[in-house]
């Protein structure tokens, strides 16, 4: 079994090497075979020359994928995506989570514990379990973010969710390839911030089971200022509601064999 952890970034050259350290502790203290998958979303820094040298430097194993431009999230998530399939084998699992140094990485023996334990498809860091604690966050943000959470809980509720905004989860690999067979290349149409409540919407038509991992989120270790652009994030938001109230869930059969699978976007 390998652990792949999907890091999307974007100018993200100041966050790489305490990060890139804490997964080199996870690396000490864990049995998992760690690999992490790196799309550079078009960064105009030297986000990816700072990531090959920090990972050759405390023998993190590396998987860097560059965008020629900058696409958003949600083309940095889906060329994660498409890479883990590509290099990953059955059994395995994907993680997908910020760059900035804001989520802890150990958390994700917790998360892949509890998911084997209990045979779950997806684990949520979450901020909004008993023990979570989000640190350095304006009380816009938190309240936006706890605001979505309602909303989604009460008008489009997704079974053992309450964080349906945070990026930073746990996939194993069959759950994946199911998601990949229901949505192929639409499995990812939103480029911005949206786009993981988007994936979880997605998610619901194949009833997965989800556990909650609560997490304590440090804003005050990012390096640079936030990159969502809030009244965007917001509209694109509601518009995802709107859009799964009003919309007619695909079917879905496992024994199909004729779909458009995931493609290679924006790759070099």
Known sequence: MSLFVLLPAYNEQESIPPLFKK????????????????????????????????????????????????????????????????????GDFLAAMDCDNTQPPEL???????????????????????????????????????????????????????DYTCGYRLYNRTFVTKLDMCYGDNLFTESGFACMIDLLLKAKVLKPKIIEIPMVLRYDQKPTASKMKILK?????????????????????????TRIPLKMANRK
């Not at 023990?131 to 009460?154: P, Q």
């Open 23 to 90: 997964f080199q502790t996870l690396q000490q203290i864990s049995n998992m075979e760690i690999e992490l998958i790196l799309v550079d979303d078009g960064s105009s820094d030297k986000t990816a020359e700072t990531a090959l040298e920090e990972s050759q430097s405390l023998g993190i194993l590396l998987k860097l994928v560059q965008h020629p431009k900058n696409g958003g999230l949600g083309q940095a998530i889906k060329t994660g995506f498409t890479t883990f399939l590509e290099i990953s084998q059955e």
């Open 108 to 162: 994700l023996i917790k998360m892949y514990d509890t998911m084997i334990a209990g045979s779950y498809d997806i684990a949520i860091a979450s901020r909004y379990r008993k023990g979570s604690k989000v640190i350095g966050l304006s009380k816009f943000r938190e309240l936006m973010s706890y605001g979505a959470s309602w909303l989604f809980r009460i008008a489009a509720r997704v079974p053992g969710v309450r």
């Open 233 to 257: 994030t917001i509209t694109r938001t509601l518009k995802l509601l709107f859009k799964n109230l009003s919309s007619t869930a695909p079917s879905f059969n496992e024994q199909e064999t």
